[in-house]
């Protein structure tokens, strides 16, 4: 989470409206109890929203690629037991906005 974030925040002011910045994740996924998609990253969660917030602050204006290999079925009870999720695909809504596209497995 820090060194993702911290990646992120580096790129400020360098990626530009003619650039493509590129984000791959592969790795477990999960719901809060609140029903919102998170990474799990060494332990510790990024939610998606937060994730949208830095990639949007990090480039504001380039074309937003964002691949995210996980299914966020929160394997080996990672998920947590009372999230509710009535609809998954509403918890990618934060990755969705103009110039950005999002590939999820």
Same mark, same amino acid.
């Given at each position: 989470r820090t060194n993702l974030l911290a990646a992120l925040a580096a790129l400020r002011g360098k990626v530009l409206g003619a650039d493509r910045l590129v984000v791959y994740y592969a790795g477990q996924g999960l719901f809060d109890i609140a029903g919102r998609a998170a990474l799990l990253l060494d332990g510790?969660?990024?939610? %998606?929203?937060?994730? &949208?917030?830095?990639?949007?602050?990090a &480039?504001?204006? &380039?074309? +937003? +690629?964002? +691949?995210?290999?996980?299914?966020?079925?929160?394997?080996?009870?990672?998920?947590?037991?009372?999230? *509710? %999720?009535?609809?998954?695909?509403?918890?990618?809504?934060?990755? *969705?906005?103009?110039?950005? *596209? +999002?590939?999820?497995?």
């Open positions: 510790d969660t990024l939610t %998606v929203e937060e994730l &949208a917030q830095a990639i949007a602050a &480039a504001p204006k &380039a074309e +937003v +690629v964002i +691949v995210l290999d996980t299914s966020f079925a929160g394997s080996a009870g990672r998920s947590h037991p009372s999230a *509710q %999720v009535s609809e998954p695909e509403l918890a990618l809504k934060p990755l *969705q906005r103009a110039r950005w *596209q +999002v590939l999820a497995a």
